[in-house]
């Protein structure tokens, strides 16, 4: 049986974020993690365990911080450069690139 996982990242106003997974069939129960890959992690320890099986989760990846578009939504981002330990990939190119991602 399929089932459908939220990705949230959350801002609690601390100095980092929080990332959660929902699973759609569980609402009262998030997963949470310091960093992308351990909310994902906790999340597939419960499929690992009923399944009987182990899979490697890439928490960036499932959140989408792996896309090229994402990435570039973000360094466009009013206050990204404030972010003192991300290292840019392209600000430039995401300051060209944001009117027309915002189209998207």
Not at 40 to 69: C, D, M
Not at 72 to 78: G, N, Q, S, V
Request: charged share 20%.
């Amino acid at each position: 049986r399929r089932s459908t996982y939220f990705s949230e990242i959350i801002d609690e106003g601390g100095p980092k974020p929080v990332f959660q997974v929902t699973c759609e069939d569980d609402l009262s129960r998030p997963f949470r993690g310091s960093t992308a890959t351990g909310a994902w992690t906790a999340a597939s320890q419960i499929v690992n365990t009923q399944r009987g099986i182990r899979i490697n989760i890439s928490g960036p990846h499932y959140f989408g911080l792996s896309s090229e578009k994402t990435r570039l939504i973000i360094e466009a981002l009013p206050g990204a450069d404030k972010c003192t330990k991300y290292k840019p990939h392209g600000a430039a190119e995401a300051a060209a690139a944001a009117p027309a991602l915002a189209e998207h």
